[in-house]
């Protein structure tokens, strides 16, 4: 698969689908990769190119040492757009990976086609919160931080009834190198994007989960009430509600993108 070089950092993505259809960029979560998105692959993949990429420091991608901002995340999605041939494109992020896609729907508006919030906010938890997740994380370590993280994103039903997905998902947050999860935890204590949400021009659709402790359904409302023409959709499911609510999501997605 391709990599780009950005910043000191080779950024990994794929391209899949027919050339010629409509593009879509998914960016995922915090201590996961693109394989996050595999369960709406089959969906999109029926009428779009989709387009993923692992963020600076998770999965194939590396990273230079030192915190990760929201401007450095954007860049490298937008430069993943360009490598890619895709002037324009629908996307769609999941928890930080919606805050990216926050920044560049402000920053960056004419490559931005659609936009799909999951599970995200303009501003999420607190720069104390993050601070403390942050010297957790360097005191138990990644094996203890993706176990615990497994209760945040999926609810307690959802984690009895299909073990084998929380243990993928587990094996591949504690496979995150710990300094890489420090600096994207460092993106979000610093990132604060509520002040230009009037700046958002693309349709947008708001997804949130109805457990989700950690991006509230109040989040959902936030972005909903102010970006301009938004929508908001909730579902019966924790923080990855893409994965843990999979065909209603991929429905919600593929409806929204193709309207």
Avoid at 5 to 20: H, K, L, M, P, T
Avoid at 28 to 43: I, K, N, V
Avoid at 54 to 80: C, K, P
Avoid at 184 to 197: E, F, I, N, V
Wanted: aromatic share 6%; hydrophobic share 45%.
């Amino acid at each position: 698969m391709p990599e780009i070089e950005i910043d000191g950092a080779r950024i990994w993505y794929a391209v899949e689908g027919r050339d010629g259809a409509p593009a879509v960029l998914l960016l995922h979560s915090l201590g996961t990769t693109h394989e996050l998105w595999d369960e709406q692959m089959p969906a999109l993949l029926k009428s779009f190119r989709v387009i993923r990429s692992d963020m600076r420091g998770h999965g194939n991608s590396s990273a230079v040492s030192g915190e990760f901002t929201i401007e450095q995340l954007g860049r490298d999605a937008l430069a993943v757009l360009d490598a890619a041939g895709a002037p324009s494109a629908a996307v769609c992020g999941i928890s930080l990976g919606g805050v990216t896609g926050i920044w560049i729907a402000q920053h960056a508006s004419r490559h931005v086609k659609r936009l799909v919030l999951a599970n995200t906010g303009a501003r999420l938890g607190t720069s104390e919160g993050w601070s403390a997740r942050i010297r957790t994380v360097r005191e138990q370590g990644m094996q203890k931080t993706a176990s615990d993280a497994m209760e945040r994103w999926f609810t307690a039903g959802f984690r009895e009834r299909r073990p084998k997905v929380i243990a993928r998902f587990q094996a591949i947050a504690s496979a995150c190198p710990l300094e890489s999860y420090v600096a994207a935890c460092a993106t979000l204590r610093d990132a604060d994007l509520r002040r230009d949400l009037h700046r958002i021009v693309a349709p947008t659709l708001v997804i949130a989960g109805s457990e989700d402790l950690s991006t509230t359904v109040a989040d959902g409302k936030y972005l909903r009430d102010n970006i301009p023409d938004a929508e908001l959709e909730v579902l019966e499911a924790a923080h990855l509600s893409n994965v843990e609510r999979s065909e209603e999501f991929s429905e919600l997605l593929t409806v929204f993108l193709k309207s």
